[in-house]
């Protein structure tokens, strides 16, 4: 039985707020494949090409014919708890301070013995569980056995909550509310028991449809937010960046435009100055705060969202600049992961395909939804990826990519 | 079939030799090498000289191995082998340097197992123990082997119906017999209610489960009888061994070493049954091992330690002696050094060198090497059957 998570108490401001602290991160190279793979929520394992045999721990030889081509396949993950412990001692100073710990030696039926976090929903061994692959702290794979099936409050495990950033009474900024998408937003993290919601908008003079309904809403609550004025950010940063758990960044300026189609740099320089300026103005000013409160109780601070787009990976001619300055983004992005890695916050990049919008007015469906998306993010927050590609058009663009990015890019070409 | 492994002939052990055991040192391994090898030599009076094969056993000699030793120490020698193999490394040394002097490669041929242990030592050896480890095991929180012990203990208990109670008998036993044991690093007895209330540390195991690590070094001398009774030294004979690496690998978590694999050979070279053994050193880095090693080395059956356990005594004057001088769970683990206690203590045993209380009239001991959890298990199975100079086949 796993206990529902408590309201969290108001802060107590006299006390210090506990330091971040990340379990070991060293991995192999080999071993760097299931963080890959846990990073887009799959779990994978290496299976040698020649005969087959599933290996783990990750390695450079498969142990049974001694093959080098050892590809990472999806594995379903069911197997059998042979064995379990609590441990209430641990040298690692990350474990020390959130003992006991339950782990759980699992025999998977694909073959290999793992050591696994065990989830407080598991039976005693023996029993069956289903293992996956989370990011943990140090944002390294590590493995994870779950009951097989659903259990009464999940997501709410104490050791699980460590590896996901669930936004359940968690305090939320979403960058930009006039937009479907992050009116989309709003209501989708509110439903998933956010404590507060802070939705900014740019230009508060300007009334737009949608906004009077969300500020309505109990917890949420506008703030003005204009992602080119710097000054603008440093203000709310200093207002609220102290108390921010989850920040979506959904703000983005969109034009359709190549090289060709138009002159001067004028929308383009618009485009880069939210799309790529406006994320670095904003993680200058509140990627610090986070830091600080990495391992600020039950609910501190966790996770940071940007919205990319799948034009990221490689150039939609037809939006040729739009893609730019989201590639841009998504390698600031890349910066950003690499600062807040030391304190445990995850940085989410969500790569859709092209929005159901009125800048996509003249694309052909599948689209995704501002409701999808909204979807899509929360569900990445509840398990704790890096790497988001909602909606089909995204998903097939991202396996092309995988596969032959030369070929994407003609392809994408021939598309425009 | 394998063929039969020729018999060591006139080689023989001698000059058992512990450089008692510190909880912590500030000092390098280099100065526990040092202190046994000059306890080695004024043990058996032979010049530093006169010793022309080194093995060494360390885990926390780097960047140095056996060779930076040999300009350390100041020896010449025309053989040298390094074995860090943990819990292994005794009997694994005996083995290379037995057939070293058989062979004519060295006369004599010094076997040290030693280690220190800083105060943070320990905790900073476990993220570069093994690749599988630092990729595996290390990540999930246990910093160590306690884990993977917590879960073979747990399982062995569910297969076999161990009890804590059996695991405790062992404990408090070799307890006893440390108490005799003038190096031993835990000086008070054991009581049953002390061991089943120690604080937890990897259900299901608790404090008494666990050695404690520390700092210290044991080693012996390989060479030929006509050389040690020239010396005046006593010695002991070798009558069989076995090394087994990474034994039944398909197993789905550890209930049998590959002792059990070479067991048949290791008698039948010996000439002598397990019922012919007048004492035991279990390799007992956790006590389900012990189980484990009397179970796949034929004292009883698979699963039925825990009723074997029940019916004898384990201390030195009582029925079954194993480990007699407290073994690692009382007389401390210090590193490899932990991979030659048991043999060392069996040819003092042999030799009438005792430190701890001797079995009397003993003239076959066991002593038995396990070690290097990689991952989920210990790979390295190896054990050593001594005897008293002139006894046995």
């Given at each position: 039985?796993?206990?529902?998570?408590?309201?969290?108490?108001?802060?107590?401001?006299?006390?210090?707020?506990?330091?971040?602290?990340?379990?070991?991160?060293?991995?192999?190279?080999?071993?760097?494949?299931?963080?890959?793979?846990?990073?887009?929520?799959?779990?994978?394992?290496?299976?040698?090409?020649?005969?087959?045999?599933?290996?783990?721990?990750?390695?450079?030889?498969?142990?049974?014919?001694?093959?080098?081509?050892?590809?990472?396949?999806?594995?379903?993950?069911?197997?059998?708890?042979?064995?379990?412990?609590?441990?209430?001692?641990?040298?690692?100073?990350?474990?020390?301070?959130?003992?006991?710990?339950?782990?759980?030696?699992?025999?998977?039926?694909?073959?290999?013995?793992?050591?696994?976090?065990?989830?407080?929903?598991?039976?005693?061994?023996?029993?069956?569980?289903?293992?996956?692959?989370?990011?943990?702290?140090?944002?390294?794979?590590?493995?994870?056995?779950?009951?097989?099936?659903?259990?009464?409050?999940?997501?709410?495990d104490r050791q699980l909550r460590e590896m996901t950033c669930d936004p359940k009474y968690r305090k939320v900024l979403i960058t930009d509310g006039k937009t479907a998408v992050g009116q989309a937003l709003v209501r989708a993290v509110c439903a998933a028991g956010a404590e507060l919601v802070w939705v900014g908008h740019a230009e508060p003079w300007k009334k737009l449809p949608g906004l009077e309904q969300i500020d309505a809403m109990p917890g949420v609550s506008l703030v003005p937010l204009d992602l080119t004025d710097s000054r603008a950010v440093r203000e709310i940063a200093g207002e609220i960046g102290g108390k921010v758990d989850i920040l979506i960044n959904n703000a983005e300026v969109h034009r359709t435009q190549g090289i060709a189609s138009r002159s001067?740099?004028?929308?383009?320089?618009?485009?880069?100055?939210?799309?790529?300026?406006?994320?670095?103005?904003?993680?200058?000013?509140?990627?610090?705060?986070?830091?600080?409160?990495?391992?600020?109780?039950?609910?501190?601070?966790?996770?940071?969202?940007?919205?990319?787009?799948?034009?990221?990976?490689?150039?939609?001619?037809?939006?040729?600049?739009?893609?730019?300055?989201?590639?841009?983004?998504?390698?600031?992005?890349?910066?950003?992961?690499?600062?807040?890695?030391?304190?445990?916050?995850?940085?989410?990049?969500?790569?859709?395909?092209?929005?159901?919008?009125?800048?996509?007015?003249?694309?052909?469906?599948?689209?995704?939804?501002?409701?999808?998306?909204?979807?899509?993010?929360?569900?990445?927050?509840?398990?704790?990826?890096?790497?988001?590609?909602?909606?089909?058009?995204?998903?097939?663009?991202?396996?092309?990519?995988?596969?032959?990015?030369?070929?994407?890019?003609?392809?994408?070409?021939?598309?425009? | 079939?394998?063929?039969?492994?020729?018999?060591?002939?006139?080689?023989?052990?001698?000059?058992?030799?512990?450089?008692?055991?510190?909880?912590?040192?500030?000092?390098?391994?280099?100065?526990?090498?040092?202190?046994?090898?000059?306890?080695?030599?004024?043990?058996?009076?032979?010049?530093?000289?006169?010793?022309?094969?080194?093995?060494?056993?360390?885990?926390?000699?780097?960047?140095?191995?056996?060779?930076?030793?040999?300009?350390?120490?100041?020896?010449?020698?025309?053989?040298?082998?390094?074995?860090?193999?943990?819990?292994?490394?005794?009997?694994?040394?005996?083995?290379?340097?037995?057939?070293?002097?058989?062979?004519?490669?060295?006369?004599?041929?010094?076997?040290?197992?030693?280690?220190?242990?800083?105060?943070?030592?320990?905790?900073?050896?476990?993220?570069?123990?093994?690749?599988?480890?630092?990729?595996?095991?290390?990540?999930?929180?246990?910093?160590?082997?306690?884990?993977?012990?917590?879960?073979?203990?747990?399982?062995?208990?569910?297969?076999?119906?161990?009890?804590?109670?059996?695991?405790?008998?062992?404990?408090?036993?070799?307890?006893?017999?440390?108490?005799?044991?003038?190096?031993?690093?835990?000086?008070?007895?054991?009581?049953?209610?002390?061991?089943?209330?120690?604080?937890?540390?990897?259900?299901?195991?608790?404090?008494?489960?666990?050695?404690?690590?520390?700092?210290?070094?044991?080693?012996?001398?390989?060479?030929?009888?006509?050389?040690?009774?020239?010396?005046?030294?006593?010695?002991?004979?070798?009558?069989?061994?076995?090394?087994?690496?990474?034994?039944?690998?398909?197993?789905?978590?550890?209930?049998?070493?590959?002792?059990?694999?070479?067991?048949?050979?290791?008698?039948?070279?010996?000439?002598?049954?397990?019922?012919?053994?007048?004492?035991?050193?279990?390799?007992?880095?956790?006590?389900?091992?012990?189980?484990?090693?009397?179970?796949?080395?034929?004292?009883?059956?698979?699963?039925?330690?825990?009723?074997?356990?029940?019916?004898?005594?384990?201390?030195?004057?009582?029925?079954?002696?194993?480990?007699?001088?407290?073994?690692?769970?009382?007389?401390?683990?210090?590193?490899?050094?932990?991979?030659?206690?048991?043999?060392?203590?069996?040819?003092?045993?042999?030799?009438?060198?005792?430190?701890?209380?001797?079995?009397?009239?003993?003239?076959?001991?066991?002593?038995?090497?396990?070690?290097?959890?990689?991952?989920?298990?210990?790979?390295?199975?190896?054990?050593?059957?001594?005897?008293?100079?002139?006894?046995?086949?």
């Open positions: 039985m796993i206990p529902p998570l408590p309201r969290p108490k108001r802060k107590n401001p006299v006390l210090r707020t506990r330091a971040p602290l990340l379990p070991p991160g060293p991995r192999s190279r080999a071993a760097l494949g299931l963080t890959a793979a846990a990073a887009l929520g799959r779990f994978e394992l290496q299976e040698c090409a020649a005969c087959g045999a599933v290996q783990y721990p990750p390695r450079e030889a498969c142990h049974r014919c001694l093959g080098v081509e050892l590809p990472w396949r999806r594995q379903s993950g069911e197997g059998e708890l042979i064995a379990e412990t609590t441990i209430h001692h641990s040298h690692d100073t990350f474990f020390r301070e959130r003992l006991p710990w339950r782990l759980g030696m699992v025999r998977l039926d694909a073959g290999p013995t793992v050591v696994a976090h065990l989830h407080g929903g598991c039976g005693t061994a023996p029993a069956r569980v289903l293992v996956g692959a989370r990011l943990d702290k140090a944002g390294q794979g590590v493995l994870v056995a779950f009951p097989p099936e659903e259990v009464p409050n999940m997501a709410d001067g740099i004028e929308v383009a320089r618009a485009e880069m100055d939210v799309n790529y300026f406006g994320l670095l103005r904003l993680a200058q000013e509140f990627a610090p705060a986070m830091r600080a409160r990495a391992a600020d109780g039950q609910s501190s601070a966790t996770a940071w969202v940007n919205l990319l787009s799948v034009f990221a990976l490689s150039s939609f001619p037809g939006q040729g600049t739009y893609s730019a300055s989201k590639a841009a983004a998504l390698s600031l992005s890349q910066t950003l992961r690499a600062e807040m890695r030391p304190a445990g916050i995850r940085v989410i990049d969500v790569f859709p395909g092209p929005l159901d919008d009125e800048w996509n007015q003249t694309l052909p469906p599948p689209k995704v939804s501002p409701e999808a998306l909204a979807r899509a993010i929360v569900a990445a927050l509840r398990d704790g990826v890096e790497d988001v590609y909602p909606g089909e058009v995204a998903a097939e663009w991202f396996a092309r990519w995988r596969e032959n990015p030369k070929a994407l890019e003609r392809e994408l070409a021939s598309q425009s | 079939m394998t063929r039969a492994a020729a018999d060591y002939g006139d080689v023989v052990v001698a000059a058992p030799v512990t450089v008692p055991y510190v909880r912590h040192s500030i000092r390098s391994a280099h100065h526990f090498v040092a202190r046994a090898l000059a306890g080695l030599l004024r043990r058996a009076g032979l010049a530093k000289s006169e010793i022309d094969g080194l093995s060494l056993a360390s885990f926390t000699l780097a960047p140095d191995t056996a060779i930076g030793l040999t300009q350390h120490l100041g020896i010449t020698t025309r053989w040298l082998d390094f074995l860090p193999l943990g819990g292994a490394s005794g009997v694994v040394a005996l083995r290379r340097a037995l057939r070293a002097v058989q062979s004519g490669d060295a006369e004599v041929v010094a076997c040290i197992g030693a280690d220190t242990n800083h105060v943070d030592s320990f905790r900073q050896s476990l993220g570069s123990f093994s690749v599988f480890a630092r990729d595996a095991v290390f990540p999930y929180g246990s910093g160590g082997p306690n884990a993977s012990f917590a879960f073979l203990t747990s399982h062995y208990m569910q297969s076999f119906g161990a009890r804590r109670e059996d695991f405790a008998k062992l404990c408090v036993a070799q307890r006893q017999n440390a108490l005799h044991y003038p190096h031993a690093m835990f000086k008070k007895p054991l009581s049953l209610e002390e061991y089943l209330n120690a604080r937890p540390i990897a259900e299901p195991l608790r404090l008494f489960d666990c050695v404690m690590p520390c700092a210290g070094a044991e080693g012996f001398l390989v060479m030929s009888r006509g050389r040690a009774e020239a010396l005046g030294l006593p010695y002991a004979r070798v009558l069989s061994t076995m090394e087994r690496h990474n034994a039944f690998a398909e197993d789905p978590i550890q209930l049998r070493g590959g002792w059990s694999l070479d067991r048949d050979r290791l008698y039948g070279s010996a000439g002598i049954a397990p019922e012919d053994v007048d004492l035991v050193q279990t390799y007992d880095d956790y006590p389900v091992m012990s189980m484990i090693q009397l179970e796949d080395l034929g004292f009883c059956a698979k699963g039925e330690a825990p009723e074997f356990v029940r019916r004898h005594s384990f201390t030195t004057d009582g029925s079954f002696p194993l480990n007699t001088c407290g073994g690692q769970l009382s007389a401390g683990q210090a590193g490899c050094a932990a991979g030659f206690l048991g043999l060392v203590e069996s040819i003092r045993q042999l030799t009438d060198g005792n430190l701890a209380r001797p079995v009397e009239g003993a003239r076959f001991a066991l002593a038995v090497g396990f070690g290097m959890i990689t991952y989920d298990r210990g790979l390295c199975s190896a054990a050593a059957i001594l005897a008293r100079a002139g006894d046995g086949a």
